[in-house]
C-alpha cells in the first residue's frame, strides 16, 4: 500500500514538472524540467524493483540531456512568450489520455485480461520479427549519422 | 509487488502529454523535448509490463532497447537541425518554416 501510495506520488510529481517542459518561456529550464523528469522516471522504475533498467534510464538521462542542454543554451533567445500553446497542449492531452487510459483500465475483461493481451502482442511481434526490429534500429543509426555528414557538406557548400 | 495496470496507465498518461506538447509546441527544441517525454511514458508502461512477472523470452530488453536507441537517435536529428537552421541562420520557431514549401 505505501509503495502504491509513493508510486503515484511520484507519477503526479513527474506530471507536474512535465507541464514545465511546455509552461517555461526559457528553453535551458525546460530541458533542465526534462531532466528532473527522467529523474522521476527512474525513481518509478527502481519502485517496480528493476533497478538495473533505473540506473540505465540514469545513464540515457545523462548522455540524453546533456546534449539537450548544449543545444538549449546554443539557441536560447529571450522570448515574451511560451513556447507551446497550452489550451492547446490540454485539449490535445485530454483527448488522447482519455482514449488511451480507457482503453487500458476501462476493459470489461479486467486489467489481466489486458496485461495478457499486450503479452500476446508482444510474444507475437517480437519472437518472429526480432531482426526486422534490429535492422530498422540499425538504419535509424545510419540514417541520422549520415544525415549529419550530409549536412555538413551542404553548409561548407552554402558557406 | 505494484500492479502493472497502473505503470501502463501512468507511461499512457505520459504519452500522452508527450502528443500534446508535439501538437501544441512551436519551438523546435520544445518539440524535441515533447518527443523525450512519450520516450519515458513508453519506458515505464514497458517496465510495468516487464515487472508483472510474465515471461517474455529476453523479447522485452529488444523493445526497451529500441526504445532507447530510437531516443538516442532523435538528439542526432536535433544537432542536424540544430547545424542546419544556424547555417541558415534561421528561426527554431516551427511555424515560420516554409523553406519545403512548392
Known amino acids: 500500500m505505501i509503495l502504491l501510495l509513493m508510486f503515484y506520488c511520484l507519477a503526479a510529481l513527474g506530471f507536474f514538472i512535465a507541464t514545465f517542459v511546455f509552461s517555461e518561456k526559457s528553453v535551458y529550464k525546460a530541458a533542465i524540467a526534462l531532466a528532473l523528469v527522467f529523474t522521476v522516471s527512474s525513481l518509478i522504475i527502481l519502485l517496480s524493483s528493476q533497478v538495473f533498467l533505473a540506473v540505465l534510464q540514469l545513464l540515457i538521462m545523462v548522455g540524453g540531456i546533456g546534449t539537450y542542454l548544449i543545444v538549449a543554451v546554443a539557441s536560447e533567445t529571450e522570448s515574451e512568450k511560451r513556447h507551446a500553446g497550452m489550451a492547446t497542449l490540454f485539449a490535445v492531452f485530454a483527448v488522447i489520455a482519455a482514449l488511451l487510459v480507457y482503453s487500458i483500465v476501462g476493459n470489461p475483461a479486467g486489467a489481466g485480461a489486458v496485461v495478457q493481451n499486450i503479452n500476446s502482442e508482444i510474444q507475437g511481434a517480437f519472437s518472429t520479427y526480432y531482426l526486422l526490429f534490429y535492422l530498422i534500429i540499425f538504419l535509424m543509426f545510419s540514417a541520422a549519422i549520415g544525415s549529419v555528414v550530409l549536412l555538413k557538406r551542404i553548409v561548407n557548400i552554402v558557406t | ?102
Do not use: C, Q
Not at chain 2, 42 to 49: E, H, L, P
Not at chain 2, 66 to 86: D, P, T
Open chain 2, 1 to 102: 509487488m505494484l500492479p502493472s495496470i497502473d505503470f501502463i496507465a501512468v507511461g499512457a498518461l505520459f504519452f500522452a502529454l508527450g502528443i500534446g506538447g508535439v501538437a501544441a509546441s512551436r519551438h523546435l527544441v520544445v518539440i524535441m523535448l515533447a518527443v523525450e517525454i512519450m520516450f519515458i511514458g513508453s519506458i515505464i508502461a514497458a517496465v510495468g509490463y516487464f515487472s508483472s512477472g510474465i515471461s517474455t523470452n529476453g523479447s522485452f530488453f529488444i523493445m526497451l532497447m529500441s526504445i532507447w536507441a530510437v531516443a538516442s537517435s532523435e538528439i542526432i536529428v536535433l544537432i542536424m537541425f540544430y547545424v542546419y537552421m544556424k547555417g541558415r541562420s534561421e528561426e527554431f520557431d516551427v511555424s515560420k518554416m516554409n523553406s519545403l514549401k512548392g
